[in-house]
């Protein structure tokens, strides 16, 4: 019942982190972090993303343009990238440690403390991942309330407000923290599998031609 425990929670844990790297990725790109809604022509939006900014138009469609220059931008867009281009780096290691470290791979299942090691970096880099994607999401979130509510800005001018971009990214961070939790947890508060296979049973024959000659074995 343990081990299927910890194979369930590994499992789920290494399908939530991937769904919060892949969304983590959408995020970063998605041209969605702000939408700008203009009360005077209902036909006509407005969006921003960390690379560019678009207008939506029902007879043209959507037309985007890139920012021209890095520096140019606000602080928090600026940020953002960086941290987000981290978030994506560190998914990438987190799948690709906690993979080795899955018991269901047969790679290196001798090597158990190897594989719980794995495990339980793989687990921290999500959660470190996680992280650097909550904070760009919600310091821009941040900005734009106190941007929505500034009293200084006239209220005949547009205000920027919430777009997609940004769910997703709370959601892609909380992803990545929960898988992480769980594969520290099943590396962690559960024990490992004993050795399978030919592995299993030639330990075993070892320890019984020890018994029969009735020596201790070496390891003890």
């Known amino acids: 019942m343990a081990l299927v425990l910890r ?5 789920v844990g290494i399908l939530l982190s991937l769904l919060g790297w892949v969304l983590s990725i959408i995020t970063t790109y998605l041209p969605h972090w702000k939408n700008l809604n203009l009360d005077l022509n209902d036909m006509e939006n407005w969006t921003m993303g960390l690379w560019q900014a678009c207008v939506i138009q029902e007879e ?8 021209e220059s890095f ?4 602080t928090e867009l600026r ?14 290691l987190g799948l690709l440690m906690s993979g080795f470290g899955l018991d269901c791979l047969r790679i290196g299942e001798t090597q158990r403390d190897v594989k ?12 470190t991942a996680g992280v650097t994607a909550l904070v760009p999401v919600s310091w821009v979130a941040h900005v734009t309330v106190q ?9 005949i001018v547009p205000r920027w407000e919430f777009g997609e971009a940004l769910f997703i990214g709370w959601f892609a961070g909380f992803s990545l923290l929960l898988g992480g939790c769980l594969l520290n947890w099943a590396a ?3 024990q490992a599998p004993l050795a399978s296979g030919r592995y299993a049973v030639a330990e075993m024959q070892t320890q019984c031609a020890y018994l029969e000659n009735g020596t201790a074995h070496p390891s003890v």
């Open 79 to 92: 940020v953002s990238r960086v941290l987000m281009f981290l978030s994506n780096g560190l998914g990438l």
């Open 7 to 11: 194979v369930a929670m590994q499992f």
């Open 116 to 127: 719980k090691r794995l495990l339980i970096l793989g687990g921290i880099l999500f959660w």
């Open 188 to 190: 962690c508060g559960t």
């Open 147 to 155: 941007e929505f509510w500034d009293e200084r800005i006239p209220e």
């Open 71 to 74: 520096l140019g931008l606000p």
């Open 60 to 67: 043209v469609g959507m037309q985007c343009k890139d920012f």
